[in-house]
């Protein structure tokens, strides 16, 4: 078996080949749970909310998502590798 650094190398390589939004509806629906998709989409739209500058509190307000989730985003979003700032439109982006 391979080690798990080649797998994450294939996962990598296959949302590479994505063209459109239904073929990464598609590949998610194959490879998560619609709640795992959903988390998802809820962290997206909270580190949304974190770029354009609202609090924690008004984020954990309108996504409900828990404060230790939020404050893992937040840590992204200042150290992490700029995915966050780079894919997500938000006000403010340059």
Known sequence: MKD?????DELYDLFIKLQSREDCKALL???C??????????RAYAAKLFLEGKT???????????????????RSISHGSGGYKKFIDYSGKE
Do not use: F, G, P
């Open 56 to 74: 924690y509190n008004e984020i954990i307000a309108e996504t409900e998502i828990s404060s230790t989730t939020l404050s893992r985003i937040s």
């Open 29 to 31: 629906d194959d490879l």
């Open 4 to 8: 798990s650094n080649a797998h994450i």
């Open 33 to 42: 749970t619609y709640k795992e998709v959903e988390q998802m989409a809820q």
